[in-house]
């Protein structure tokens, strides 16, 4: 650890760039206090607690509780490149064709995303400005109106779509995936008023006998995340290493070689995947809270949508599982990575090239995926139970995923660094 901060410390390279992306954490974070005009930002304290405020004010880093420009955050760039990459697998043939083209297919999938981002997120804009004025008893909008709802919608699409670029400028001039940063950043930001709540609520005002009590369950909730952190710590930099054998080099000549499978070779992309999915419908139900809530389908869609109730959290639980096997064949492409051994004249031993290698990584990305589908649905199901069977802070229900999500990211980032220092030596070396 103390190598990795020196390293960013004393690398010129690394500490511009990370210098780059504080300053543009710093405008974010600004942009998430700023309210958009007319609106009466204290009326969200009446919905605070429903499970949809939780999952968009998460990923927006709290801007949604001040209803800020950046409310929606990176929500709707989720949604989109769930949908595009979908599209990619045998449904959509244009995009299909568009994957196999390298880096040119690649930007113009990223075009589609863009374009589909503004799409989702007007109108995501426009459902919860509607939605959470009902909810809040038509108290949050200041004179609500088509003209007004519009207004704010373009504004809070013109803020996604800001919050987007400002992600995609930590990638190419910052460290690691900019999206992922700002969310973690949202998050970090956040501690402090979570742990302030959960002062209150299990703390304060407590007479002595009930204070120790409390002073006892705080240690050892304090000692179970330690140890939860630790377990996240290990899975995810737990590999399957297969030894792989080159048959162009010289006998003796070559060094041992592995293809490494992670056991969470997702990463935290199921859990944001899962939760800005299922905020989705989420968005459609707030918006017609105030016509349709005391209809019996639409008890039964919140119940479902919302993770707060078992339905919901099951849902949730189900999606992560389904989001974690979906990823980790777009991650490691058994086809691919099948397709360039071969070219390289290399082969998993006892394996034969080609199709039998395919499936044979397939298989082993298979089972690995189970581990880790049941790793990430156990780390987010957790916290629910416990805010269930102990009365914690709302807050602390999506507490797995964020602790998957800051984690996860701040493994990444480690590992960006030390990556690029390791190649400033090689520079160096080739330069002497």
Known sequence: MFSLLKNAITTKDIRQRLLYTLMVLVVFRIGTHITVPGVNASAIETFA???????????????????????????????????????????????????????????????????????????????????????????LINNPGISTYLLIALVLTAGTMFVTWLGDMITVNGISNGVSIIIFAGIVARMPHDIYEFYVNQLQGKADEELYKAYGFTAALAVAIILVVMLVVYIEQAQRRLPISY???????????????????????????????????????????????????????????????????????????????????????????????????????SVRPGKETEHYISGMLLRLSTVGALYLGGISLLPMIAAALWNLPRGLMLGGTNLLIVVGVALEISRQIEGRAIKRKYKGFIQE
């Open 247 to 349: 048959s162009k080099r010289p006998t003796g000549a070559s060094e041992a070689s592995w293809l490494p499978l992670k056991i969470n070779s997702a990463g935290v992309i199921p859990v944001i995947f899962a939760s800005s999915f299922i905020a989705l419908p989420q968005t459609v139900l707030s918006a017609v809270h105030g016509q349709y809530s005391e209809e019996s389908w639409y008890q039964v869609a919140t119940n479902i949508f919302d993770y707060q109730k078992p339905a919901g959290a099951s849902l949730y639980i189900f999606l992560i599982v389904v989001f974690t096997y979906f990823y980790a064949f777009v991650q490691v492409n058994p086809e691919k990575v099948a397709e360039n051994l071969q070219k390289q004249g290399g082969y998993i031993l």
């Open 49 to 139: 607690s429903t499970g949809f405020f939780g999952i968009l004010n998460t990923f927006s880093g709290g801007a949604l509780s001040n209803f800020s420009i950046f409310s929606m955050g990176v929500s709707p760039y989720i949604t989109a490149s769930i949908v595009v990459q979908l599209l990619q697998m045998d449904i959509l043939p244009t995009f299909v064709e568009w994957s196999k083209q390298g880096e040119v297919g690649r930007r113009k999938l990223n075009t589609a995303t863009r374009y589909l981002t503004i799409v989702i997120g007007f109108f995501q804009a426009f459902a919860i400005s509607f939605g959470f004025n009902a909810y809040a008893n038509y108290g």
